[in-house]
């Protein structure tokens, strides 16, 4: 898998040099954010873009094992003005422009939850699957002006397992319109205590089965963390992305016997062919 990853960064590398002189103006994105994924090139009706991506990312929320994970990129969007309308994956949702600094979206999306064979060294036995859950998200972004340098962030993620909050600042890095250049952001959750006892808690039933302490965890602060996020175009049609991800978790969720690690990270990269 090591050896896959080289070959493909050193091939993007070779493109990235061998084209760096490509026009993108008339691509212009609903925003111009990398972390925004827009297929569109600035044009009304269907747009479809299909990838794959490969993670190196903690074996779930609070572990200290990681591991590699390949996953499709891509989504199916239909755009009518400042309206786009998205299938990825497993969410369902809308995003809209407003007033050029105010990007609202909607998302309905399933969490797959955690089981007890996340961890290769068994540290979830006894511990059960966390429920699987349909999940609805709420965003609101402001931008201080219309270029989007810098904005705001406010989201509510929603579902059978309990709910979270997310405040964040982010600043664009680059010039271009088209979605291309760098994003970086820096965001606090909160939790409420379903999401914090599902993810974290130890009821007696678990606690027998696993040998683990009884847990039981109040809402309230999370974590703090930070998200940076890359995209290019090498071409017309292909598009090379990276994330990096970390959270920070606070001492409640850390000192939780399911937390071995007070942090989780996570490192992405990948391509998509926008059609």
Do not use: C
Not at 230 to 236: A, G, P, Q
Not at 252 to 275: L, M, Q
């Amino acid at each position: 898998m090591k050896a896959f990853t080289h070959l493909m960064l050193a091939v993007v590398t070779h493109a990235l040099f061998a084209q760096a002189a490509l026009a993108q103006d008339a691509n212009t994105a609903l925003v111009p954010l990398p972390s925004i994924d827009d297929f569109t090139k600035g044009n009304d009706g269907f747009s479809f873009g299909l990838g794959l991506g490969l993670e190196y990312e903690s074996a779930y929320e609070g572990s200290d094992e990681f591991g590699f994970e390949a996953s499709p990129a891509g989504a199916v969007q239909w755009r009518r003005g400042d309206d786009i309308f998205y299938w990825a994956g497993e969410a369902l949702g809308w995003r809209g422009l407003r007033s050029d600094t105010w990007l609202f979206q909607a998302t309905v999306g399933f969490d797959e939850g955690r089981e007890e064979g996340d961890s290769d060294d068994g540290r979830l036995n006894g511990l059960g699957d966390s429920g699987e859950s349909t999940e609805v998200v709420l965003q609101a972004r402001r931008a201080f002006d219309a270029d989007w340098r810098y904005w705001l962030d406010g989201r509510v993620v929603t579902g059978d397992n309990g709910s979270l909050g997310l405040f964040g600042v982010g600043r664009r890095f680059g010039e271009q319109a088209d979605g291309s250049g760098s994003d970086f952001s820096i965001v606090a959750v909160f939790h409420d205590s379903d999401r914090v006892n599902n993810n974290f808690g130890i009821t007696a039933a678990q606690s027998a089965a696993s040998g683990l302490k009884q847990t039981e965890l109040s809402g309230g602060f999370r974590s703090i963390g930070f998200n940076y996020t890359y995209r290019n175009y090498i071409n017309d049609n292909w598009q090379l992305f990276g994330e990096v991800l970390y959270e920070r978790f606070g001492s409640d969720v850390a000192d939780s016997p399911i937390t071995r690690s007070n942090y989780e990270a996570e490192v992405g990269v990948g391509f998509i062919y926008a059609f």
